[in-house]
């Protein structure tokens, strides 16, 4: 008998996701289903290939959704986070598993009972982060404790770059994913976590000058960021008792203290609207956040206040995104200055078509095991092929596709809201990732936390 596996929404992130569904689909019997608002935009060799089928699909129409979701065996959805939650309900209405790759929402978790109830599996944050850094992490913290050992310290870092061969600018840095997350990165509230037992935060006017550093062999230095609140899964990974934890986003050295220029100037401020921002120029954008002066130009004023030297590689990072071009023009109706700042960035900030992203994770692992304390390093390296097959896509839609294998067949049954941080799930999915190139590289390192000279941090 075949079954019906529908995805609804099928953007940036789903091209190896739908083509793991496609390569299995005779051996296990499936039958693809993809509902999209444009499905113009889906490639021939989906839509002409005999195991799939795709339509058009608003989720907004209610008789639609309701008939697509009754119709399939399990449901994927791929839409933004906020839209998950009229799909889940229609899943619980006629009893279908379903899976995203998003974040757990308060409204998605409050369905709990009744999804266990129904004895469903609701499967979220099983992509990239989230996704395989839960997966990844706690098949070593498993390992850890089923030997005795007591968690002390956990790292945990990633972040959607550029690779080495298609990195030519002076930022390191490409958009890779959605452009606006990167524009508002740390906004929202202050970024918290807990080193050494002692809890640290930072607000976002600091986030990106302080920041930590860490080598990946073959690739260099990296360095991160806070992420905004890295104690939401102290409980879930059983680390209320650790005296670290730390999550954060990776970027090439240099890239953060640049982008603090942006924050100081105020230009990733989302707060309000710019009445007069269609038809403004580049440079007609920088001077807005600049003092007036009948006599010093916009660069002079920009220099000035940012205390930049003209010979200072951060001058060569402003020039380079052409911010002082007077010809160049927004067409952008009442934006925000983030959504003003991101359309310049996009435009040296895109992938051409057979560039290639890279994805980096690293984590770090502190514990005591008898009487001993030691240290696990562990990162994962991934490069895209073009700008279609991402590295991104790749990480987040080839633990969506296994997933939805594995609740399809039976394999992971444990209903209920969740993510995947259970061996049931993450054994399996780990071990399949491995064969597609996404895996682990494991170093022990001496154990130091923060304060190795015993001084109080």
């Known amino acids: ?51 799939c089928t795709v339509f058009p699909l608003d989720i907004f129409n209610e008789e639609d959704r309701k ?60 992509g990239l982060d989230p996704g395989i850094d839960h997966m990844s992490a706690m098949e070593v913290i498993d390992r850890i404790r089923d030997a005795g050992g007591k968690m002390l310290l956990f790292e945990s870092f990633a972040g959607g770059l550029v690779a080495p061969e298609s990195d030519t600018n002076l930022w390191n840095y490409k958009f890779t994913w959605n452009p606006r997350n ?6 929202g509230g202050v970024a918290k976590f807990i080193q050494e037992g002692t809890y640290k935060y930072i607000p976002y006017q600091k986030l990106f000058r302080r920041t930590e550093f860490m080598d990946i062999e073959g690739y260099g230095t990296f ?3 806070a992420n905004r609140d890295s104690l939401k899964y102290r409980e879930a990974y059983g680390l209320e008792n650790a005296l670290t934890l730390f999550r954060g986003t990776m970027r090439r050295v240099g890239f953060s203290k640049a982008w603090q220029m942006f924050v100081i ?22 001077n807005l956040f600049l003092p007036y002066s009948p006599t010093d130009s916009v660069e002079l004023k920009m220099r000035h206040y940012l205390k930049i030297d003209q010979d200072d590689i951060m001058w060569g990072k402003l ?20 959504q003003m700042l991101q359309y310049i960035l996009e435009d ?47 990480t ?18 444990t209903p209920g809201v969740q993510i995947p941080i259970n061996k049931e799930v993450y054994k399996p999915i780990l071990s399949e990732l491995q064969k597609q190139g996404i895996q682990f590289k494991e170093y022990e390192k001496p154990y130091l936390g923060y304060n190795p000279d015993s001084v109080a941090s």
């Open 223 to 225: 360095e991160a960021y």
């Open 67 to 126: 008939k697509a979701v009754s119709d399939a065996s399990i449901v994927v959805s791929m839409l933004p986070a906020r839209m998950h939650i009229n799909v889940a309900h229609d899943c619980i209405e006629f009893e279908k598993h379903f899976i995203t790759a998003s974040y757990v929402s308060d409204e998605l978790r409050a369905l709990d009972e009744e999804v266990k109830k129904r004895g469903l599996v609701f499967m979220n944050e099983i």
């Open 348 to 394: 040296t900030w895109t992938l051409k078509e057979d560039e290639k992203d890279m994805i980096v994770m690293y984590h770090k692992f502190g514990y005591e095991l008898n009487g001993e304390k030691k240290q696990i390093d562990a990162n994962m390296v991934v490069i895209g092929e073009n700008r279609t097959y991402t590295a991104m896509s790749k």
């Open 1 to 51: 008998m075949v079954r019906t596996i529908l995805v609804v929404g099928a953007g940036k992130s789903t091209s190896y996701l739908l083509d793991y569904f496609l390569k299995k689909s005779n051996e296990e019997k499936i039958h693809l289903k993809i509902g999209d608002l444009h499905p113009e935009n889906i490639p021939d060799k989906f839509t002409k290939h005999p195991n």
């Open 319 to 338: 020039l380079e995104l052409d911010i002082f071009n007077p010809s160049k023009k927004i067409p952008l109706k009442n934006a925000t200055p983030a």
């Open 265 to 286: 100037l105020g230009m990733t401020d989302d707060s309000y609207t710019i009445e007069n921002s269609e038809g403004m120029s580049y440079r007609e954008f920088v």
């Open 182 to 187: 990167v524009v508002l990165a740390g906004q």
């Open 396 to 413: 987040v839609g080839l633990p969506v596709a296994m997933a939805t294998l594995q609740i399809l067949n039976g394999k992971i049954k």
